[in-house]
């Protein structure tokens, strides 16, 4: 790559996966926010947005003078971060009160989602890394976003499609499951924790559901707002259970190098201690509150060490680069 800035040759080989820091940095801030932490909050957000932004720009520069390789890359689970990651920058900027930024990302990450779902589904093979999960966690991102502006602009229309949507997630998430690599909770290098981190954003997407009906937008009927509820609390339950035995995977069989599926890693984290806040504010269990804090701080600490591991990882390929 002789003549090329050493840096522009490094940010040249960012994979899909990237986007997963996106979308650790952004559900951190989320959560962050629903533990009371706002100042630090906003500068995750920020970080979150400068990724965002970078990430976004390689896109668009790969599908206008690289197709070819866009079209790769596009039918890898990994291409689903780009609808994942704005869905989640889309739900904090609404908690921000910015609706029309949230709607306008909610718009970009609908038009993204129906093509590169296409196309990763269509791709999918028998055996899969943890990946395969994005699929789901791209729609349950796309309704909670949904659900999230529906509540803000009261439309129930949205909120209607947010639930079904909802409910097409867990469809992909069963069908993930079948083409799941079972080994990869042993063996995986970071993306296996997305098979938890997709059941922890279908929580928070039944939690935002349920947190959308109100005395002016009438959604559910009482036998509806049960099983919304009791799904939503199931799939928590399971969400925490999937983190235990990750954890202990990780306990059993430690993985320390640094991959960039690392952040993979961190997004499930992040996501199941704002889904362990949001129920517990959408069915009014008020003592989850204090688990989920302490869950918040644990990714805020994986966060950290992840980016430490980047950080490293970068200055020693830019140096070989130069």
């Not at 889309?90 to 709607?103: D, H, I, M, V, Y």
């Not at 989602?113 to 791709?123: A, E, Q, S, T």
């Not at 502006?149 to 998430?173: K, Q, S």
């Amino acid at each position: 790559m002789s003549g090329i800035p050493p840096l522009h040759a490094w940010w040249a080989q960012r994979p899909p996966a990237a986007g997963a820091a996106v979308m650790a940095t952004g559900i951190v801030s989320v959560g962050l926010h629903l533990a009371g932490a706002e100042t630090v909050s906003r500068v995750a957000l920020v970080l979150a947005c400068v990724a965002w932004a970078a990430l976004a720009a390689e896109f668009a520069v790969r599908l206008l003078e690289d197709r070819r390789r866009w079209v790769a890359e596009a039918e890898t689970p990994g291409a689903l971060t780009a609808v994942a990651a704005t869905t989640v920058l889309g739900t904090r900027f609404s908690a921000l009160g910015r609706q029309p930024l949230a709607e306008a990302l909610l718009a970009l990450s609908a038009a993204l989602w129906p093509p590169l779902l296409v196309l990763v589904v269509r791709h999918w093979r028998r055996r899969m890394p943890g990946a395969v999960f994005l699929t789901c966690v791209a729609t349950q991102g796309l309704a909670v976003l949904g659900a999230t502006v529906a509540a803000a602009a009261t439309t129930a229309w949205l909120a209607h499609t947010a639930l079904v949507l909802f409910w097409l997630g867990l469809v992909l998430y069963g069908f993930a499951v079948a083409h799941f690599e079972w080994r990869q909770v042993t063996e995986g290098p970071g993306d296996h924790w997305v098979a938890g981190g997709a059941l922890a954003i279908s929580a928070l997407a039944g939690a935002k559901l349920l947190a959308a009906d109100s005395a002016r937008l009438y959604l559910w009927n009482d036998d509806d707002r049960g099983v919304l509820r009791t799904v939503t609390v199931a799939l928590l339950v399971l969400s925490l259970t999937w983190y235990v035995v990750l954890l202990a995977a990780e306990v059993a069989r430690p993985r320390p190098r640094y991959d960039v599926r690392r952040w993979a890693t961190v997004f499930p984290m992040g996501m199941t201690a704002a889904a362990v806040l949001s129920v517990a504010a959408a069915v009014g269990v008020p003592w989850l509150k204090w688990p989920g804090r302490v869950l918040v701080w644990v990714a805020v600490a994986a966060w950290l060490a992840v980016a430490a591991g980047a950080v490293a990882v970068t200055r020693a390929a830019l140096r070989g680069a130069s």
